[in-house]
C-alpha cells in the first residue's frame, strides 16, 4: 500500500513539473512572439516619424496632409502627431488650432524634448507614459530629433496609445489569463493589458529580467509587482529598443 500510496505521489509531482515546464516554455515562446510584434509596431511608427520630419523641413505646406495620410496608416496607435520647435515651444499639433491670442504651450520640461536637445544624435526615443497636456490622455511620447544642417532644431512627436503595442497580439487566439507587458530595461512600465488603472508610474524592481546580467531571453517564478500575484513570467529582450516584453500566467492557472 505504501509503495502504491508513494507512486500515485511521484506521479502527480512528475505531472505537475511537466505542466509547469510546458507552461514556461509556452510563456517564452509567445513573449519572442510579442517582441517581434512590438518590435514592428515600433518599426512602422518610426518610419512614420521620419517621413513626417521629412516634410516638416522641406514641405511644410503638405505637413498636415502627412500627418493625416500617417493616421489612416496607423489608426489605431497615433493618438497625435507634435512638432516643438528648438525652444521647446509647440509649433504644431493636429489636436490644437494654433491661437494667437494664447501662449504656445511650453514643453521644454518634457523628458522626450529635454534627451534630444542635450544629446545631439538622430536616435528614437520612447517615453514612459504620460498624461498630454493637448491630447488630455495617457500616452507614450516616440520622438526624433528634427535636425537642419547637423543642428537641433526641434522635435517630431508621435503620442501612441501605450496598450496598442500589445493590444491585438492575440486576436486569433485569446488568453484571458495571460497578461502582457513591454518595460523599460530599467523598469517603466510602458503598457500592459489587462490595464493597471491608477498606476502608469509603475517602476519594476529587482526582477530577474531587469538584472544587468539577465540572459535576452527567459522564464522565472515570482509574486510580480504589478498585480502581486505568484505567476511564471517569459520575457524576450529588445536590446536596440532597450525594452523588455513579457507576457505572464498566474500560478492557480498552471497548477
Not at 31 to 44: F, I, K, N, P, Y
Not at 167 to 178: G, I, K, L, R
Not at 196 to 218: H, K, Q
Request: glycine share 6%; no cysteine.
Amino acid at each position: 500500500a505504501l509503495a502504491t500510496v508513494g507512486l500515485l505521489v511521484w506521479s502527480h509531482l512528475n505531472y505537475a513539473q511537466a505542466v509547469q515546464t510546458q507552461a514556461q516554455i509556452r510563456l517564452q515562446e509567445t513573449a519572442g512572439g510579442l517582441a517581434e510584434h512590438v518590435d514592428s509596431r515600433l518599426h512602422r511608427i518610426d518610419l512614420a516619424i521620419q517621413r513626417l520630419r521629412r516634410t516638416w523641413v522641406a514641405q511644410p505646406e503638405q505637413f498636415a496632409a502627412e500627418v493625416l495620410e500617417s493616421q489612416a496608416l496607423l489608426p489605431d496607435q497615433l493618438v497625435q502627431v507634435a512638432v516643438i520647435d528648438a525652444d521647446g515651444l509647440l509649433a504644431f499639433s493636429n489636436l490644437a488650432k494654433p491661437d494667437p491670442a494664447k501662449p504656445r504651450v511650453n514643453l521644454a520640461d518634457r523628458e522626450h524634448f529635454k534627451v534630444h536637445q542635450s544629446s545631439g544624435a538622430d536616435a528614437l526615443y520612447i517615453s514612459r507614459p504620460l498624461l498630454g497636456r493637448v491630447s488630455g490622455k495617457w500616452t507614450l511620447q516616440i520622438t526624433r530629433p528634427i535636425l537642419e544642417r547637423g543642428r537641433f532644431a526641434g522635435v517630431l512627436v508621435v503620442s501612441a496609445d501605450p496598450e496598442s503595442l500589445v493590444s491585438d497580439f492575440f486576436t486569433a487566439e485569446p488568453q484571458p489569463n495571460m497578461a502582457r507587458a513591454v518595460l523599460r530595461s530599467s523598469g517603466e512600465l510602458l503598457a500592459r493589458l489587462p490595464l493597471l488603472e491608477g498606476r502608469r508610474d509603475l517602476v519594476v524592481r529587482n526582477e530577474p529580467m531587469l538584472l544587468p546580467d539577465a540572459p535576452l531571453s527567459g522564464s522565472f517564478r515570482s509574486v510580480v509587482q504589478t498585480d502581486h500575484t505568484e505567476r511564471w513570467v517569459g520575457y524576450r529582450f529588445l536590446p536596440r529598443r532597450g525594452l523588455v516584453v513579457a507576457t505572464s500566467l498566474p500560478l492557480s492557472v498552471i497548477e
